[in-house]
């Protein structure tokens, strides 16, 4: 590109505004959003057609959610497979073609099911030039995601390289800080690529966690022991990233995906729900964990304590928190269970004597990623003697606390109360 273009991010949310700000480092940037903002380095404007005016290239990056109930707080695998919503995109794209020529690009990264963009969205844009890209982020690392990608996703009507994807791969190129794969498909490729990029990530933890709970069951296993043993063995198995047991697959994004997927499964009369299974042993696993917290506190007459209920650690999101699940679970065997958060619960108590689930793994959480956490765990609040910590990541020493148990979850060599 000879000349820089003029950026228009439309939806500045918890995804959106970090990725603005981060293309707000080279490009001269506007925002539009339905709520307050307040950038670091770009400007918002409040009309949305005075947002998209002279604008070169108009991200949209608006949420296409499923109900409240599918988030994955609570059991999913019984609800109906459900498509996303994808009003808010719609409705966006009906404000702003009438205000748009042919000189300007429309990029949606927001995801999508395959063959969407080409049904549903793009009878919508008329006036100007459209692409496809979704990004490959997650919350809390955003701004490190977004320059440092796998690879990044370009999404045309008929997958040509020239062009608009040209011109796309050139507007990243001052951005990235790797070199990351540019794969440049048809829209419905970027579709496929991005969603199912996402449920391998489920498939993934749903499997190692399937270990922990073999560990668990049957006794004289180290889950870490058969998982190292896995994601080193790169011949037929893929890398070691969620090869860590623990808690299971949570966010906005991945269990929502897998409902997504479900419905077009159906839609598309596969005949088969192999992302219901995923979905089922995602509930299952959490239901497994919850029946070991409550007899353990049945045993020592305890209160159940989640050290964490964001859905990850350094975030105050609650949207698809497993620490939730395992909560609801905890709920339906009878027992009442105390979340220990400071970024999501005010008046965290000073000290807590009870049994303690460490649901948050920084350590664990940001591996692979430019976050920096510090190497010992920092707790939310003071564990007090007589109590017992179940740790699913078993990084815990065991003379961690003075006079507390620590049991190792998934490690079931010759310890008790594990």
């Not at 496809?132 to 008929?158: C, F, K, Q, R």
């Amino acid at each position: 590109m000879t000349k820089k273009p003029k950026i228009c991010f439309i939806g500045v949310g918890k995804l959106g505004q970090p990725c603005a700000e981060v293309v707000a480092e080279q490009y001269d940037v506007v925002g539009f959003d339905t709520s307050t903002r307040t950038p670091k380095n770009f400007s918002m404007v409040y009309d949305i057609v005075d947002a998209v005016k002279d604008r070169d290239i108009i991200f949209v990056s608006v949420p296409t959610p499923h109900s409240k109930e599918y988030g994955g707080e609570t059991p999913i695998t019984d609800l109906p497979p459900k498509n996303f919503d994808y009003s808010i995109v719609q409705d966006v794209f009906n404000k702003i073609n009438p205000n748009l020529n042919k000189n300007q690009l429309v990029v949606l990264i927001s995801t999508v099911l395959p063959g969407t963009v080409r049904r549903h969205l793009m009878p919508l844009l008329t006036n100007c030039r459209f692409i496809y890209n979704p990004y490959l982020i997650a919350m809390g690392s955003v701004e490190w995601d977004m320059v440092n990608p796998e690879m990044l996703i370009i999404g045309t009507d008929d997958g040509s390289e020239t062009g608009d994807a040209a011109l796309l791969t050139d507007f990243y190129k001052p951005l990235m800080k790797n070199d990351p794969r540019m794969i440049i498909g048809t829209w419905d490729e970027a579709e496929c690529i991005k969603i199912f990029y996402n449920t391998f990530i489920s498939a993934k933890i749903g499997l190692v966690n399937m270990i922990l709970d073999v560990a668990e069951k049957n006794g004289n296993i180290n889950v870490d022991v058969v998982t190292d043993a896995l994601k080193s063995s790169t011949q037929r198995i893929m890398g070691p990233r969620y090869m860590r047991a623990g808690l299971g697959d949570a966010g906005a994004c991945h269990p929502r995906d897998n409902i997504a997927l479900r419905w077009l499964s159906n839609e598309l009369d596969l005949g088969y729900d192999l992302f219901g299974a995923l979905m089922d042993s995602r509930d299952l696993q959490a239901k497994n964990l919850a029946k070991k917290l409550v007899d353990i506190a049945d045993s020592t007459h305890l209160n159940i304590f989640i050290h964490g209920k964001a859905y990850k650690p350094l975030v105050d999101f609650v949207d698809g928190s497993y620490s939730l699940l395992v909560g609801h679970y905890i709920s339906k065997l009878g027992k009442t269970v105390q979340y220990i958060d400071p970024l999501t619960e005010s008046g965290v108590p000073t000290g807590i004597k009870g049994v303690v689930l460490m649901a948050h793994s920084p350590k664990t959480t940001y591996a692979g990623t430019g976050v920096v956490v510090a190497n010992d765990y920092k707790l939310y609040t003071k564990i007090m003697p007589g109590s017992v910590i179940v740790d699913p990541w078993r990084e815990l020493p065991l003379d961690f606390i003075p006079e507390v148990k620590i049991v190792h979850y998934g490690n079931t060599r010759n310890t008790s109360l594990s």
